[in-house]
Nanobody, 128 residues
């Protein structure tokens, strides 16, 4: 019963911020890497950020170039939740954002097939 549920999406003006949450259940949180992906209309799904598990991994984070310096991925271990803090948002950040669980504890790239469980997604719209 692995589940990932995203929340926190919405409409924000350029330059604004949003905080996305991915609530997880059904697995030992520290054993797996978790990533954030996004997909805009007419485009392929792309990786945004990922964070490795503490057990079997070092808990380090990796960011895609377009979001590096603006987004931060962290873990809330109390609630088995992965957070994506998005600052300085741009219109090109508009997409459905998905969280996904990797098959292993360590992840430094966004190979779609390596992520075996996915949430339903949350819409982020950046527009004035």
């Amino acid at each position: 019963q692995v589940q990932l549920v995203e929340s926190g999406g919405g409409l924000v003006q350029p330059g604004g911020s949003l905080r996305l949450s991915c609530a997880t259940s059904g697995f030992i949180f520290d054993f797996y890497a978790v990533g954030w992906f996004r997909q805009a209309p007419g485009r392929e799904r792309e990786g945004v950020a990922c964070i490795s598990g503490t057990s079997g991994g070092d808990g380090s984070a990796w960011y895609a170039g377009p979001v590096r310096g603006r987004f931060t991925i962290t873990k809330d271990n109390t609630n088995d939740t992965v957070i994506l803090q998005m600052n300085s948002l741009k219109p090109e950040d508009t997409a459905i954002y998905y969280c996904a669980r990797h098959s292993r504890a360590r992840s430094y790239t966004f190979r779609i097939t390596d992520y075996e469980y996915w949430g339903q997604g949350t819409q982020v719209t950046v527009s004035s």
